[in-house]
């Protein structure tokens, strides 16, 4: 096997060489290093600038800065954080990388289309960052860009929401050739229910994305539109509706929070299972509860707007609704805690990584239904309670789950293996730093404290220092996990084809893989996660 | 019960369970990693599903959610349902400052007075962006809308003083949108409506 040149040594289109190998590669696994790159970039900026937004608000009044700028930096965290970091980390990393050579083939469907995808993903970047220097400045107005403040603020509004626009398309090509790909390059003798989960949640994730994201493409036209011309869409004194942009908006971005979470669980169904030598628990449950997930969470987004002043019936129809969709994930939940039942369990780094994103995700899918009901979200809606909530969602989730993948593929991606020591105390440290962070801000929330606060009233001031506290410890976990990695590919040790023990096909493939990924044609097992031929030498084929 | 009663209800009510689910995922999460650690239990049992199981824990914890929907939207009809006898305030937010007008036409900036033992009605509207009031202590909060009038109202059964604070997020002051509710007793309030407004 070891003469088969990996797709770091071999181009494709062949014949490329140096950096064109690179930045003219129809290689999925190529692309899914150079979103890897650049996803990382964007992480770490929006990383730095939400510990300056908490810096500034560990004690009262003005610490590190004045209330423009903190405005402009939590807008930017949050611009970042979503459009450049939670939603296209794992589709886009791991989904490229990984989804081809699980169904059994060597490239997606419209290579030259991921190529472009993410040329436009880099693009909506550089456009953000030109928004930053140029005009009169960032957005002050929140990722959410509400009306009419975004269509009269003076900052850069256009700019950015051009940016989001250009990495929307960036998105719904992903998702077009993940669906196209999943249906038409799928290994012929790979039935529907013999597909790893990990691709069944980026197939559920992938129709979100192409259905969902053209709704915010043309509502932030219209912000754009309105700046310009000042049609009045949104104005009520010429016939318009500021309640409509509310609902265009999260009739995308509410989806899009499944975009964002589904394919984190799809990773921790792929990990589970690995780790505890068994097979996934209620395989097609979680396949459906998938499916069940993309589908009802398109319905709920009005839960964002108990108090916009909508009627009482959508509050009604939308807080039932809301309530229904917690079901397909507590199944999901209970699933991976049942897989490990009488299995034979292994902790490694992705493991632990995996049950920190189940302990996380829960308390963030249970605060969630503090906010799915109606009488309780009016106390906290938009206060420090929604911030903490959706960040269990989408770090303790998405972003754990993220680490997870990172650790679990890593191996495979780069050919090495890393440390496992340094992984655990990055991990722990990161995650006891997280509620640390989280957990007061939960509380500060109950309180009263509002969301987007520069300043805050006295009583505030214990639970803010705590949360700072919590934030530089959490950096530092993820620091020291990054360095670990990094490390890794400095002081390298080779990385057997399969060091986990696991069944699904990029484990029956080299590593890293050859340019077109399989050697031979795959076996594809009739069940995905059958363990009962994985023998016991995994373990000993890494040390 | 009064609305704010009713709201805490349905907090206690969903945070306990959540509590109590979160402790049984955790506790059995961490019982199944220590006991089923290979160096134990070497060879994994080949169990793929048990449908009474994922039948039973899909219906229960949709009753759970069903009746918490129900616990949430019965505290929000309180939140709603303005007694006839309720006190008319108009509330107009604006960047970056609350102005609350009475109905012999009183103005009061940043500061709303009422008196104890009436409910109040607060009529909201704003004169420029989004806007929204927060009266934590009551529990309510509605937007501020140019053009789409909204209303909140609670009850005032105790004298004191009370946070009013901006909710949504208004421009670079937001934070500053803050005013006070003081609730005094009849015969100061009767005299404070009387004194010029400023």
């Not at chain 1, 509400?146 to 929401?161: A, D, I, W």
């Not at chain 1, 049950?355 to 309780?376: E, N, R, W």
């Amino acid at each position: 096997m070891t003469a088969i040149p990996s797709f770091f040594t071999q181009s494709s289109p062949p014949g490329l060489t140096g950096i064109k190998a690179w930045l003219l590669t129809h290689d999925h696994k190529r692309l899914g290093l150079m979103y890897l790159y650049a996803v990382l970039f964007w992480f770490v900026v929006a990383m730095v600038i939400g510990l300056l937004i908490r810096t500034e608000l560990m004690s009262q009044g003005r610490t590190i800065m004045g209330p423009g700028m903190y405005n402009s930096l939590f807008t930017l965290h949050g611009v970042i954080m979503i459009f450049l970091f939670v939603i296209p980390a794992i589709p886009a990393i791991f989904g490229n990388f990984f989804l081809p050579i699980q169904l059994g083939t060597d490239d997606v469907f419209f290579p030259r289309l991921n190529l472009f995808s993410w040329y436009l993903f880099m693009f909506g970047g550089i456009f953000a960052l030109v928004a930053l220097f140029t005009g009169d400045g960032f957005p002050d107005t929140g990722w959410t860009f509400y009306v009419p403040f975004s269509v009269q603020s003076s900052s850069n509004v256009g700019l950015t929401v051009s940016a989001a626009f250009i990495l929307g398309m960036s998105s719904m090509l992903t998702g077009l050739n993940f669906v196209t790909t999943f249906h038409r390059m799928r290994d012929k003798r790979m039935g529907l229910m013999q597909i790893p989960l990990f691709t069944w949640s980026l197939y559920a994730t992938a129709w979100v994305q192409i259905l969902a994201t053209p709704v915010i493409s043309i509502t932030f036209v219209l912000v754009v539109m309105e700046r310009l011309l000042s049609i009045g869409l949104f104005d009520p004194a010429r016939g318009g509706d500021p309640i409509l942009y509310q609902h265009l908006f999260w009739m995308y971005s509410h989806p899009a929070v499944y975009i964002m979470i589904l394919p984190g669980m799809g990773v921790v169904s792929e990990i589970i299972p690995v780790f505890s030598r068994k097979s996934i628990f209620g395989y097609k449950a979680i396949v459906w509860s998938s499916m069940g997930i993309a589908i009802a969470g398109s319905l709920v987004w009005a839960h964002h707007m108990y108090t916009s002043g909508m009627s009482d019936v959508s509050v009604f129809v939308f807080s039932l609704l809301t309530f229904l969709v917690a079901i397909p994930s507590a199944v999901k939940v209970f699933s991976w805690v049942a897989t490990m039942y009488k299995g034979s369990i292994e902790m490694t780094p992705p493991l632990l990584l995996s049950l920190i994103f189940i302990y996380l995700f829960s308390v963030g899918g249970l605060t969630g239904l503090v906010l799915g009901a109606v009488g309780t979200d009016i106390h906290v809606h938009d206060t420090h309670f929604v911030v903490a909530h959706f960040h269990f969602v989408m770090f303790g989730g998405t972003g754990f789950a993220f680490l997870a993948a990172l650790h679990y593929w890593w191996p495979k991606m780069f050919g090495i293996m890393y440390p496992f020591r340094p992984a655990y105390i990055g991990a722990v440290l990161t995650a006891v730093g997280f509620l640390f962070h989280y957990v007061p801000m939960l509380i500060l929330g109950l309180q009263g404290m509002p969301r987007r606060y520069y300043d805050y009233l006295p009583q505030y001031e214990t639970g803010n220092f705590l949360a700072g506290f919590g934030g530089y410890l959490l950096c530092i976990g993820l620091v020291v996990m990054f360095v670990n990695l990094l490390a890794s590919l400095r002081h390298r040790v080779a990385a057997p084809a399969d060091p986990w023990g696991a069944t699904t096909l990029e484990w029956r493939v080299p590593s890293p893989p050859p340019v077109h990924n399989f050697v031979d044609k795959p076996e594809i097992m009739d069940f995905p996660y059958d363990f009962r031929q994985v023998g016991d030498n995994s373990a000993s084929q890494r040390s | 019960m009064t609305p704010v009663q009713g709201v805490d209800l349905a907090f206690w009510y969903i945070l306990g369970i959540s509590v109590v689910l979160l402790f049984g995922i955790t506790a059995v999460m961490v019982y199944f990693v220590v006991r089923f650690r290979r160096s134990r239990h070497p060879v994994a049992s080949d169990i793929r599903d048990n449908y009474k199981l994922e039948i039973l824990w899909t219906i229960i914890p949709t009753l759970i959610a069903l009746s918490m929907f129900y616990v949430g939207w019965h505290s929000y009809l309180g939140l709603r349902a303005v007694p006839d006898d309720a006190m008319n305030v108009a509330v107009e937010a604006q960047m970056f400052s609350w102005l609350f007008i009475y109905e012999n036409d009183k103005e009061s900036e940043n500061e709303l007075v009422v008196p104890v033992g009436r409910a109040v009605k607060l009529n909201v509207s704003s004169v420029d962006v989004l806007h929204s009031l927060f009266i934590a202590a009551f529990r309510i909060k509605v937007d501020a809308i140019k053009g789409i009038p909204t209303y909140a109202w609670f009850y005032a059964d105790k004298v004191g003083e009370y946070d009013i604070q901006c909710t949504e997020y208004c421009g670079v002051n937001h934070s500053a949108m803050v005013a006070k509710l003081r609730i005094v007793p009849q015969e100061e309030f009767e005299a404070w409506l009387a004194e010029d407004g400023n």
